[in-house]
């Protein structure tokens, strides 16, 4: 069984920052790429940032250039520096993991992590 556990999130106020990490545990070989998605009340959940083995980055729109996304392959673990945040990024946030070669049944999988809540308040 793999499992994704987020920690870092919270609250914020606008302008602050947070950083967030999802860890991969279980048993596999490997994990194509991992993301970050995040769903606010009343909205469908939405791409934040994904990152690929060769750390080749894609970011929404709306946080280009605040969020960061980053990756430690040895330690399975995906990082998402948040800064400059405002109001419109409260949100749940996921972790994604795409591409899981699971060792039990060598197949790929997306695997989702159970969510971590960031509030952007004053």
């Known amino acids: 069984q793999v499992q994704l556990v987020e920690s870092g999130g919270g609250l914020v106020q606008p302008g602050g920052s947070l950083r967030l990490s999802c860890a991969a545990s279980g048993s596999f070989f490997s994990i194509n790429a991992m993301g970050w998605y995040r769903q606010a009340p009343g909205k469908q959940r939405e791409l934040v940032a994904t990152i690929t083995n060769n750390t080749f980055t894609n970011y929404a729109a709306s946080v280009k250039g605040r969020f960061t996304i980053s990756r430690d392959t040895a330690k399975n673990t995906v990082y998402l520096q948040m800064n400059s945040l405002n109001f419109e990024d409260t949100a749940v946030y996921y972790c994604?993991?795409?591409?899981?070669?699971?060792?039990?049944?060598?197949?790929?999988?997306?695997?989702w992590g159970q969510g971590t809540l960031v509030t952007v308040s004053s």
């Open positions: 994604n993991a795409i591409g899981v070669r699971v060792i039990a049944t060598n197949r790929y999988l997306d695997i």
